[in-house]
């Protein structure tokens, strides 16, 4: 609907962000990934459940943001009425974030390191290219004779 004039979902965050959070970003995921190289299959093992637990940049402002929208009806219905104000402007970021990528809090968590998913995943595939996930997808090792559901598994482990 909106094509050609949004950026695209995977680089609507990071478009709007400033380069030295995303450069700070990718150089962290680097460092991990060569650290957890060096100390072997356990290291990773052990991040690769971190990046399970990991909370990406939309479950963050989700989170965030329906903490604030209870919280101020609730101060709303409650205390005063001009506490509605908040979940309005709450409603009003959300809906920037979804079609711009950026909303007030975004600097602020990306400031902190918090990541997009497809970060989070650049990261985990290459900690299971580093493990070998990849390499036994197949008997063959011509890419065009994997099977579909060989690459998923590994993709999946």
């Known amino acids: 609907m909106f094509a050609g004039i949004l ?6 965050v990071p478009i709007n962000t400033a380069d030295i959070y995303n450069e700070r970003i990718r150089q962290d995921a680097e460092r991990r990934v060569a650290q957890c190289a060096r100390l072997g299959h356990s290291a990773i093992d052990q991040r690769l459940q971190e990046l399970d637990a990991e909370w990406d940049i939309e479950r963050t402002l989700e989170a965030n943001a329906a903490s604030i ?3 101020t009806s609730t101060l709303g219905l409650l205390v005063d009425r001009r506490f509605f104000f908040f979940p309005i402007a709450v409603g009003g970021f959300l809906l920037q974030h979804a079609m711009q990528g950026w909303c007030p ?6 400031s902190m390191g918090v990541r997009t998913e497809a ?16 390499a036994a997808t197949s008997s063959s090792n011509q890419p065009g004779n994997r099977s579909p559901s ?4 590994a993709a999946r482990r």
């Open 7 to 12: 950026p695209s979902t995977s680089e609507r």
């Open 69 to 71: 929208v209870m919280i």
């Open 105 to 110: 809090p975004l600097p602020v968590l990306r």
């Open 119 to 134: 970060e989070i995943d650049e990261e985990r595939y290459a900690l299971k290219a580093l493990r070998g996930d990849f």
């Open 150 to 153: 060989e690459a998923l598994a």
